[in-house]
């Protein structure tokens, strides 16, 4: 949702309260009510949807941790091993405040 929308839901919701605190509605008012309601149920249902694919993805990127991580553990690294030191990889700098004692 763009800070619009959020705008406009934000301005439903304070309209939607404002009719909620009448004792007696006309019949535009309640049309506008029926309208809010509608437009409330579809933000409802367009977060759910976000929600879900979000859901997903975070489910898909666990999937590939997992993954990378049994990878790892079935590599033979050792300690000090020059493949995987990070003085020897490429694009990392090691200081003398990163080296271990």
């Known amino acids: 949702m763009n800070g619009g929308q959020a705008g406009n839901l934000d301005a439903d919701i304070a309209r939607l ?3 909620l605190s009448r004792d007696n509605l006309n019949a535009n008012e309640e049309t506008d009510l029926s309208e809010l309601l509608a437009r409330l149920e579809s ?3 367009v977060a759910k949807g976000v929600e879900d694919r979000l859901d997903d993805i975070l489910g898909t990127l666990d999937s590939l941790l997992t993954t990378l991580e049994n990878k790892h553990k079935g590599n033979s690294c050792q300690p000090g091993d020059s493949s995987t030191s990070p003085s020897h ?4 700098e090691v200081t003398s405040e990163s080296k271990p004692s």
């Open 89 to 92: 990889r490429p694009g990392v």
């Open 43 to 45: 933000a409802d249902g």
């Open 17 to 19: 309260n404002t009719l």
